[in-house]
């Protein structure tokens, strides 16, 4: 059986569900592989948190077991944090880099983040470049915004309206499935 590694912070983990197992995006696109027949394992390397620094220093235990399709959802924590945006996209390349070394015929697949102008300016448009950048440099399949048709839906998301409820979660499944799909086939 492959194995496809959802490698993120807390929007991976499916912080605050009552039931990340079964609730969060990774566990959901596990049942559309499940549903579809196709031999995948699903792993959420999800961490709440995390920000690309910390997904950099515990890739390599997530990377000792054969990873057939990577799935790298990082980078909001440290633009909250303040990290400059040309930081997060070394760094961010740093962890592609080491998932092609060791896995030369993985997959890739990059889940993009953005963040409103109005509250960055500058940083907010740099940050939002970041991601179909790394894509189309390393050939990576992409879904531009994870949280696409979530984000500021109040009735989609958590009391903290920054993570999504399972029903937010079904979107965002719906939304990465057909790009991950097309990296199976």
């Known amino acids: 059986m492959k194995h496809i590694l959802f490698f993120g912070d807390s929007l991976t983990a499916g912080y605050g569900l009552a039931n990340a197992a079964t609730q969060s995006f990774p566990a959901l696109i596990g049942g559309k592989i499940n549903a579809a027949g196709l031999q995948y394992r699903v792993s959420n390397a999800g ?18 077991q054969p990873v057939d399709v990577f799935v790298l ?8 944090r303040g990290t400059p945006p040309n930081t997060i996209a070394q760094n961010l390349q740093a962890i592609i880099n080491k998932v092609k070394a060791k896995y030369p015929q993985a997959k890739l697949v990059m889940l993009g983040m953005e963040i409103p102008v109005f509250l960055g300016g500058d940083v907010a448009v740099q940050f939002s470049t970041i991601y179909p950048r ?11 915004f994870l ?10 998301n958590l009391w903290d309206r920054l993570h999504p409820s399972a029903e937010g979660y079904k979107v965002v499944a719906e939304l990465v499935w057909p790009v991950l799909k097309s990296v199976l086939v």
């Open 47 to 64: 961490q709440s948190g995390d920000t690309t620094t910390g997904g950099l220093a515990r890739l390599d235990y997530w990377l000792s």
């Open 73 to 80: 959802e990082l980078g909001i924590n440290d633009i909250r």
């Open 134 to 144: 790394l894509a189309n440099a390393n050939n990576m399949a992409l879904v531009p």
């Open 147 to 156: 949280l696409q048709g979530v984000a500021g839906k109040k009735h989609l």
